[in-house]
């Protein structure tokens, strides 16, 4: 993002020196002999040695140039994915958390949004389920399906997924539902 902002300023900073050049002669006069001279100059000092080459090396340097690229790119993509894959530390603004945050705030104009965060809360609650009663998760799975788990039935019904792909916008309601639906399952763990 800094980086963005740096390209821009120094994108704007040609612009005024290129325009301050072109309307103030004085100012493209002193440019011209301190920058474009010494580049020019440099330019015609690297032709003319690359020039006294013979042609076939000429031809054959970028080729092989491009060679070694592709054979070190064969060689060590193995190692390299890797080592990346080994090395990769979840950044701030990553994982599960983050992820659930941004679903959370699709839920505004997303249908899919709120099916997943549904499915996410569903299967949160399944667990807690599981680990309260002592049973396992296919057993918490019986038990919401078929509401028998004592929780409150608005509860029970934002925890439908279904329900959710009808629904035609989220808004205030849903937010609100879901709410009531973390807090309750925030006391469900508590007292568990």
């Not at 807690?128 to 028998?148: N, T, V």
Request: proline letters at 5%; one cysteine or more.
């Amino acid at each position: 993002m800094i980086t963005r902002y740096v390209l821009i300023a120094a994108a704007l900073c040609v612009l005024a020196l290129a325009f301050t050049a072109l309307f103030v002669p004085a100012v493209g006069a002193e440019l011209h002999r301190a920058l474009l001279t010494p580049l020019i100059a440099a330019f015609y000092a690297v032709r003319a040695y690359i020039i006294r080459l013979p042609q076939l090396l000429l031809w054959l340097l970028p080729i092989a140039i491009v060679t070694a690229l592709i054979v070190r790119s064969i060689v060590s993509l193995p190692h390299s994915e890797h080592r990346r894959r080994r090395e990769r530390r979840p950044k701030a603004g990553e994982g599960k958390l983050a992820e659930l945050i941004r679903q959370i705030q699709r839920t505004r104009v997303s249908r899919f949004a709120r099916v997943r965060v549904c499915r996410r809360l569903t299967e949160t609650a399944v667990r807690l389920l599981a680990k309260r009663r002592g049973i396992p998760i296919e057993e918490a799975r019986r038990r919401m399906r078929s509401s028998d788990w004592q929780a409150d039935p608005r509860v029970t019904a934002f925890l439908v997924p279904h329900r959710h792909h009808r629904r035609p916008s989220g808004g205030k309601g849903f937010l609100t539902e879901l709410a009531g639906t973390l807090s309750f399952l925030e006391r469900f763990h508590r007292e568990g």
